[in-house]
């Protein structure tokens, strides 16, 4: 990137083939750097318009209807989700801190326990859409409910689709790399873009875990 | 979305610059059993079938699980089923493509290291490609067949405003008319420029070899044909009766022509999505070594805040769309007062986009404009901060001006005050390029190039379309130029006169980059100036019609306004016919009589003159270290802009683009080079 | 180029900029009063209301502060077009100027001043009075002085009707208002969203379902108006008009205790006076939501 | 990229070295252009004349005297695109039925309007529409019997209005019941259905124009507010009066 930036006064010698390679490297791993944080921030974007929405309807109150006292989606089906998700996405953390420390098979079984808890909380999720005591044009309140379960499930699978193909990749991997640190240690080009895979995931698995707690706060705590 | 992220992995190095098995490297998994006969090989063929087979698919099961509701038994309207057919149509069509080949290849763990055989010839121009020249060239021939066909509704619309009473497609077909030309015009030609020149040129001006997501690029473009083919296709469900801002509750009301409205803005938020995201990504990483970010052209610093905003913003519509498929769908009620709901809300979440969205539309215009200005004047970009300061101002402010468009609403009343603040205040930077126009201009050597003359023509509207926006900044004059022809007017100078000026003027400019032919300048001249003067005599009346009291997107009108009216019809086809000439000068000169360019035919010292017309497939031979800004013209001690000007290249890029003061050098094809 | 060429550019500069100047200055001498005083005063929308008078004023200020700016960019940009070109086929490199702190500085101050002052301006006129055809919600800031007259503006796909809830609540097809006295308008709509838009008198407000959007105006002297929607409503929007007529006082009067007797037999059928009015006040709606719901809009 | 230059420029200029074209047949190229123009043209005309294609208009201006007009207003048309949709159909002057709502009517003439009403009843959005105004002593007969306001809220109550903005008439069209036993179920209705019967006359103006017409009860069933499908498509729930001077 902007390693050679100071180069001033006479031209300098040409990049080499084998730097180019170092620059595709580094360049590719800060790609999956900024585009994480920019998904995240896109998302974030879109989150904010159903947070805002939530809030707008509550203060409007039109016609009485933000959100009558019976309509109640199941608060055990929905702190469930989300704890589980939270649970998922920290137990995935871990296990990168556990990578870092060079322990391969404490972050597979993390990240696999993680796709798990994963998928049971878009399961739990859709769940508890099937078992609500209100329709979706209830009132304001079930109008935000029921149209952001599905955008979080979304992303959700999107995630955990993520979360598969690296775990799929480590997996297919793993002969090849052991007796070479594996993925926590390995230090091929290959290894090296994974592992910012993984921690551009990592980051976003926390983040729709943590989106999923304030939303959380929004319907059962706030509503 | 999530599906690239982790793609920047090798897929995009050429055969030739592979180094196979390094030490310890995997070998590469190969592709083998995904070999299918030709006709069910991804491509335009499969993408079809696969598009009507997942439209069925779709509007099968909307129909199996929304039959019962009583309100699709009643009006006969079942819009589930619309929606999830457009929705299985747009997937089929990406998968046909083959843009989902790769996406669940990497869920068995494989990696695809080798790049796709690079294929020759015209044929990888309609297929699903990683290369970012063919998706420019996608981008640029699809944007310009959006804009035609938008530009021919547009005349129809004119077309019925030449009478005040009698009717040549009555109330309900117009606004369909109405609605699609705004539609089109607004969400296809927010990718006018980053789609096209984005994509192409952002990576030959920072010395990259491809963009940092390849694979989203290409998705980016092959999802904007299923936009517009569902965009049209609502003429055959009836159109849509709000025009391109969608207001709710009229959106809901509306008949199943809605629906297309829904998907197809929402395939083209995606798209948008994805297109600025690439952008970012690529602008920030993919920089060649001593390109700063005081180096980097301002046209990439345009784009890339540009892209911020088409990132950030369009989510917002997305959730807005969404909320108004859900309410058109399930029957939720966010739009709808008595149960809980509110039209405001659409109101404010469209707005926030929409916003946004028209500094999107503008800000490439910027960037062109400043990019092409100190080629033609030889002169150093003036105070190239304050453009970029500009810029970024332009897109920051962008998101707190949304309500200035709700002053008459009711909504927040209290807060028009604030509003009518942040949106004068956002004339500053937008002064701003104005100041490094003229600083650029000052004792320049102006080479009147036909790229040039639309660049003046871009500062001549976009002063007017500016200087309109401050009228309807202003409350109390807002209260009578809202709604009317008066806003239409104002737009249509910063997006038409500005944007698309601009668009032009970087494509004469550009074309001979990109397909290494170059236009016919007499021809372009011409165009210019017939599309000079009738944008003007089109525009400039409707300012005045709407301050006499014309609503927009009326099918009558008061008689009076009749003589203007019938002038401004008169000028559209006029204006129409100037567009042709482009058309005619575009096909005669880029396929029918080609004429090769020279390199550098403008004698820049841009990056991407660097290389050979077109470039090569990596770009560059080698990825170039970069020395000295672009913009150095005059200044006899400026190294070259990159190290690509060694010995052993051609001397015309060194020449052309880094002229010594007073050194001649032979013009490029501005001086009438027909052949 | 010789070794001094930078000082004979500086001086050249210097005689371009004065030069510039100077027919800047002569243009907007000569467009400025133009504007004010010649166009100004035909400005739209014309002077029927305190409002719309008002609002011409703000077009005048506007207009006669944008005239010396597009002049200074088209002055500027032709000057240069037709001083600066360099024609032929040699091209020559022009002086390396990559910034002027002072000129960007006198810019970004002057255009900030301009634009703070429009903001200031804006606000003061939309804070007196001059804001107050535009609609301001269902608790507007700006109060009547006097005594006032309350007209409700329903919307409807697609047809403005008006009520006067102090005759009787009768409702009407037409829009009478007397001169010489404050009128409060409640914007309402029966579906979806409208724009009242009252041409001549310098009124517009949106018109929301379930909201009452006031705008308030004073009709100067009697003549006719036009009433227009400004906001897309569908089908008829184009078509969806009405007519408007300020009469004098004494006829209004008149004319309201007429009509008022004349429509009691309609008058009957209507619902108790309210600022909104929603569907299931009446029963009619168009069943868009199920039976489930308490509801059907 | 190694064939010839098409470009008459001198190759051998280093400086002016013209990018490498390949060369390709002409004829070919205009012939796929040719080809794509004349399909353009094709689909664009094909897309206006779709556009354009609308409800047929009726001509009642050949009789002398005053035009007799006979309405009917349908709960469900049956036919079409929309078998659901409510709708007005009108009789030519030849006796059939047909599906428009486009009329056109000579100027200043009497035009008696008979509609039968095959359609139930409900609530007005707004009940201003059940005061008649506009024709002849601003009065209708419903079922024979001279009326000038129809209450929405009592008896059947409204099943559709007649309504002319510019022209200030206003007739709601009194409805069946909603239980009643022989209701129409397919357009076009005869007399022997249950139905009411409502007549007017009005006067048309002496200058020609186009009047619009709609209804201005929420009839479009199942869409929000009542009125979408039916009532925003011309051919249905509104039209134009065409009065030819």
């Known amino acids: 990137m902007t390693d050679l930036a100071d180069v001033t006064g006479a031209a300098p010698p040409p990049i080499p083939p084998d730097a180019e390679e170092g620059l595709a490297l580094s360049a590719a791993i800060g790609s999956i750097w900024t585009g994480s944080r920019l998904l995240i921030g896109a998302c974030s974007f879109l989150y904010a318009a159903f947070a805002f929405t939530f809030f707008y309807l509550r203060s409007l109150n039109s016609h009485g209807l933000w959100h009558p006292e019976e309509q109640h989606p199941s608060l055990l089906i929905g702190t469930s989700a989300t704890v589980v998700l939270l649970g998922a996405a920290l137990l995935h953390y871990y296990g990168v801190w556990r990578l870092r420390n060079g322990l391969n098979l404490d972050w597979r079984v993390a990240a696999i326990t993680a796709l798990g808890l994963g998928v049971l909380s878009v399961g739990l999720q859709v769940y508890q859409l099937t078992r609500l005591n209100f329709y979706p044009g209830s009132s304001g309140y079930a109008s935000v409910f029921v149209g952001w379960v599905p955008v979080h499930v979304t992303l959700l699978l999107g995630a955990l689709y993520w979360l598969e193909t690296l775990v799929a990749r480590s997996l297919r991997v793993r002969n090849a790399w052991r007796g070479r640190g594996d993925l926590g240690g390995a230090v091929t080009p290959e290894a090296t873009r994974l592992r910012a895979s993984l921690d551009a995931f990592n980051y976003f698995y926390i983040y729709l875990a943590l989106v999923g707690v304030a939303f959380w706060f929004l319907f059962y705590v706030i509503d | 979305m999530a599906i690239d992220m982790s793609n920047a992995i090798g897929v995009e190095v050429p055969a030739s610059e592979q180094v196979p098995g390094a030490p310890g490297e995997l070998p590469p998994d190969r592709r083998r059993g995904f070999q299918l006969p030709a006709l069910f090989g991804p491509g335009l063929l499969r993408a079809g079938v696969f598009a009507v087979l997942g439209y069925l698919l779709g509007h099968w099961f909307g129909n199996l699980l929304a039959s019962g509701y009583q309100q699709v038994t009643n009006s006969g309207d079942n819009n589930t089923s619309i929606i999830l057919g457009y929705l299985g149509g747009t997937i089929g069509w990406v998968a046909g493509i083959g843009v989902l080949a790769y996406p669940l290849f990497k869920m068995t763990g494989k990696e695809e290291l080798l790049a796709p055989q690079r294929r020759a010839g015209t044929s990888r121009y309609f297929k699903y ?33 030449l009478s005040p009473t009698s009717h040549v497609f009555g109330p309900g077909v117009y606004i369909e008319i109405v609605g699609e030309h705004g539609t089109m015009m607004m969400m296809m030609m927010t990718s006018v420029v980053v789609g096209p020149f ?55 009301q509306a008949g199943q022509g809605m629906d297309a409205y829904v998907v197809a803005f929402g395939v083209m938020a995606v ?18 070594p001593g390109l700063t970010w005081g180096r980097l052209p301002v046209f990439v610093w345009g784009v890339m805040t540009t892209s911020f905003l088409m990132v950030l913003a369009t989510p917002v519509l997305f959730g807005g769309l969404y909320m108004l498929a859900m309410d058109r769908t399930v029957q939720t009620s966010f739009f709808t007062d008595t149960l809980g709901g509110s039209s405001y809300l659409w109101e404010n979440l469209f707005w926030f986009f929409g916003h946004p969205e028209v500094y999107i539309l503008a800000l490439p215009g910027f960037a062109i404009v400043l990019e092409m200005l100190p080629v033609f004047c030889r002169k150093p970009i003036f105070a190239q901060k304050v453009a970029i300061a500009g810029m970024v101002g332009v897109s920051s402010l962008s998101f707190f001006v949304w309500q ?8 927040n009343p209290d807060m028009r005050p604030l509003f009518m603040l942040t949106t004068e205040l956002i004339s500053i930077p937008t002064g701003f390029i104005f100041l490094v126009g003229m600083g650029t201009l000052w004792k320049a050597r102006i080479r009147l190039t036909v790229p040039m003359m639309f660049c003046m023509g871009f500062f001549f509207n976009f002063l007017l379309g500016g200087i309109s926006g401050v009228f309807l900044s202003d409350v109390p004059a807002d209260t ?11 737009f249509h100078y910063t997006i038409m006169g500005g944007l698309l000026f601009a668009f032009f003027g970087g494509l004469y400019y550009w074309l001979p980059k990109m397909t290494g032919r170059t236009m016919n300048q007499r021809l372009g001249k011409w165009n210019f100036i017939t599309m000079f003067v009738f944008f003007n005599s089109t525009f400039l009346p409707l300012f005045a019609v709407g301050e006499l009291g014309q609503p927009r997107r009326v099918f009558e009108y008061a008689k009076r306004l009749q003589t203007l009216n019938d002038w401004v019809s008169i000028s559209a086809f006029l204006l129409g016919f100037a567009i042709l000439l482009f058309v005619i000068n575009l096909v005669w000169s880029m396929i029918i009589k080609p004429v090769a360019t020279v390199e ?4 820049s010292r841009g990056l991407e003159w660097q290389t050979t017309s077109p470039p090569p497939p990596g770009n560059f031979e080698r990825i170039p270290i970069v020395l000295a800004s672009p913009y150095e013209y005059g200044n006899p001690e400026a190294l070259p802009v990159s190290d690509l000007l060694s010995p052993g290249r051609a001397p015309v890029a060194a020449n052309g683009a880094n002229t010594p003061t007073g050194q001649a050098t032979t013009a490029g094809p501005d001086t009438e080079r027909t052949s | 180029m010789a070794p001094d060429t930078g000082r004979t550019e500086e001086r050249s500069g210097r005689a371009d900029g004065v030069r510039i100047l100077v027919i800047w200055l002569i243009l907007s001498a000569i467009c400025m009063p133009l504007v004010w005083f010649v166009w100004g005063p035909h400005l739209p929308p014309g002077g029927l209301s305190d409002q719309a008078a008002g609002q011409r004023f703000d077009n005048k200020v506007l207009g006669t502060v944008a005239t010396p700016v597009v002049l200074l960019v088209c002055t500027f940009i032709i000057y240069a077009l037709v001083n600066w070109r360099q024609d032929g086929d040699d091209i020559e490199d022009g002086p390396y100027i990559t910034n002027k702190v002072r000129w960007s500085g006198w810019w970004v101050g002057i255009t900030t001043v301009t634009v703070l002052c429009l903001a200031v301006f804006g606000t003061y006129e939309l804070e007196n009075n001059n804001g107050a055809g535009s609609g301001s919600g269902p608790s507007p800031l700006f109060a009547a002085s006097g005594p006032y007259l309350p007209v409700q503006v329903i919307a409807q796909q697609w047809r403005f009707t008006f009520r006067y809830p102090t005759y009787g609540g009768m409702e009407t097809t037409s829009l009478m208002i007397p001169a010489g006295q404050e009128i409060q308008f409640n914007v309402t709509s029966l579906d979806v969203i409208h724009s009242f838009w009252a041409y001549q008198l310098g009124v517009k407000a949106d018109a929301n379902p379930g909201v009452n959007n006031v705008a308030f105006v004073k009709a100067y002297h009697p003549g006719k108006f036009n009433v227009m929607c400004a906001e897309l409503c569908g089908l008829w929007h184009g078509a969806m008009t009405a007519d408007g007529q300020v009469m004098t006082k004494a006829d209004f009067v008149a004319w309201a205790n007429r009509t008022e007797a004349q429509e009691a037999p309609v008058t009957k059928l209507l619902p108790k006076y309210s600022t909104v009015y929603a569907p299931d006040e009446t029963g009619a709606g168009g069943t868009y939501y199920g039976p489930q719901y308490p509801v059907n809009p | 990229m190694t064939d010839t230059a098409t470009s008459a420029s001198a190759a051998s ?34 897309v206006f004349a779709y556009l354009r294609s609308s409800v047929p208009s009726v001509d009642f201006t050949k009789t002398a005297g005053p035009v007799n007009l006979r309405v009917q207003t349908v709960a469900a048309i049956g036919f079409g695109p929309h078998p659901t949709w409510v709708s007005y159909l009108v009789q030519d002057p030849s006796g059939k039925w047909v599906h428009s709502t486009i009329w056109q009517l000579p100027a200043d003439r009497q035009i008696n309007v008979t509609v039968d009403e095959y359609d139930s009843g409900g609530a007005l959005r707004n009940s201003l529409w059940g005061g008649i ?108 009066l065409k009065v030819v001077a």
């Open chain 2, 129 to 161: 490609t990683l290369d970012h020249k063919v998706v420019g060239i996608q981008y640029m021939v699809g944007m310009i067949v959006y804009f035609l066909t938008a530009g021919l509704l547009a005349l129809a619309v004119r077309t019925e405003l």
């Open chain 2, 404 to 411: 200035h468009h709700l002053f008459d609403s009711g909504i």
């Open chain 4, 133 to 240: 105004t506009g024709t002849l002593d601003s009065q209708a007969t419903v079922n024979g019997k001279p009326t000038s306001v129809v209450d929405p809220a009592a008896g059947n109550g409204i099943a559709h209005t007649f309504n002319v903005p510019d022209l200030g008439i206003n007739v709601p069209l009194y409805g069946i019941s909603s239980k009643a036993k022989n209701p129409c179920s397919a357009a076009p209705c005869d007399t022997s259905s249950d139905h009411t019967t409502i007549t007017f006359s009005f006067h048309t103006p002496a200058g020609g124009g186009d009047y619009r017409w709609q209804c201005f009860v929420p009839c479009g069933l199942a869409y929000l507010n009542g009125n979408g499908g039916p009532m925003a498509a011309i051919g249905f729930m509104s039209g134009f």
């Open chain 4, 13 to 46: 200029d280093g400086e002016r070295r013209p990018v490498a074209l390949s060369s390709r047949p002409l004829a070919r190229g205009m012939a796929v252009l040719g080809v794509a123009a004349v399909l353009t043209g094709v689909l664009v005309w094909a």
């Open chain 2, 198 to 252: 984005g994509n192409y040129l952002v990576p030959l001006m920072i010395g990259a070899k491809r963009m940092a997501f390849p694979r989203l690029e290409a998705l980016s473009f092959w999802l904007t044909p299923a936009a517009y083919v569902i965009l049209l296709s609502s003429l055959w469900l009836g159109g849509f009766p709000t025009g391109w801002t969608g207001y709710a509750t009229l959106s809901i």
């Open chain 2, 271 to 288: 798209s948008i999505i994805l297109a600025g995201f690439n952008i970012i990504v690529t602008v920030i990483n993919l920089r060649a």
């Open chain 2, 480 to 490: 009578t130029a809202h709604g009317s022809f008066f806003v239409m007017a104002h």
């Open chain 2, 600 to 603: 550098n035919p403008w004698h």
